[in-house]
């Protein structure tokens, strides 16, 4: 049986930029509920349609505001 979404997850994903999906898609911890079951398909299926119609290159702005180490 997969997780079921939480009103509040599919708030926050309904209501979060994708700079802020992006920024907690890389830094989340492993085995994050936002990523598993229900949320984590709507969560990527939102995650990708905001990407395609930001375009490449507000998604590589976005990447590379983000960096790769979390900020403090």
């Known amino acids: 049986m ?3 979404m939480t009103p509040s997850q599919k708030a926050w994903i309904d209501g979060a930029n994708y ?3 992006l920024r907690l898609w890389r ?3 492993a085995g994050d509920p936002m990523f598993s079951g229900e949320t984590g398909k709507y969560y990527t299926e939102i995650m990708a349609k905001r990407r395609t119609a930001l375009g490449p290159e507000v998604h590589t702005a976005a990447s590379k505001s983000l960096g790769w180490e979390p900020s403090p």
């Open 27 to 29: 830094f989340a911890p």
């Open 2 to 4: 997969s997780d079921p």
């Open 19 to 21: 700079y802020d999906m």
